[in-house]
Nanobody, 120 residues
Framework: QVQLVESGGGLVQPGGSLTLTCAAS????????MGWYRQSPGKQRELVAA???????????VYGGSVKGRFTISKNNAANTVWLQMDNVAPEDTAVYYC??????????WGQGTQVTVSS
């Protein structure tokens, strides 16, 4: 089992910055990818950013189209923590942000979600 705990959500003004943190614990050796998804009311959950082959020094990075150039995903050396640096945020970035981990055997884990609200 893997547990994912997100933190760092909150209220931020348009054009501002926010950093989300996801800490993984438990059977993390089987994880090969971690990332962030988001979901706003009435919309489907969408990919924000993800790291594939997370145990490599230079993992493959994937970004959703709407956040490219504004958000940055990163990890620590132990590959048990990922961050999402959100810069130049806009009201349409308002959503619940979920941490995701993909593990061997096709197992997927999700965090409980953290609310990000972009408003003046």
């Amino acid at each position: 089992q893997v547990q994912l705990v997100e933190s760092g959500g909150g209220l931020v003004q348009p054009g501002g910055s926010l950093t989300l943190t996801c800490a993984a614990s438990g059977s993390i050796a089987g994880i090969y990818g971690m990332g962030w998804y988001r979901q706003s009311p009435g919309k489907q959950r969408e990919l924000v950013a993800a790291l594939h082959n997370i145990h490599k020094d230079d993992p493959t990075t994937v970004y959703g189209g709407s956040v490219k150039g504004r958000f940055t995903i990163s990890k620590n050396n132990a590959a048990n923590t990922v961050w999402l640096q959100m810069d130049n945020v806009a009201p349409e970035d308002t959503a619940v942000y979920y941490c995701n981990a993909d593990a061997i055997g096709g197992i997927e884990y999700w965090g409980q979600g953290t609310q990000v609200t972009v408003s003046s």
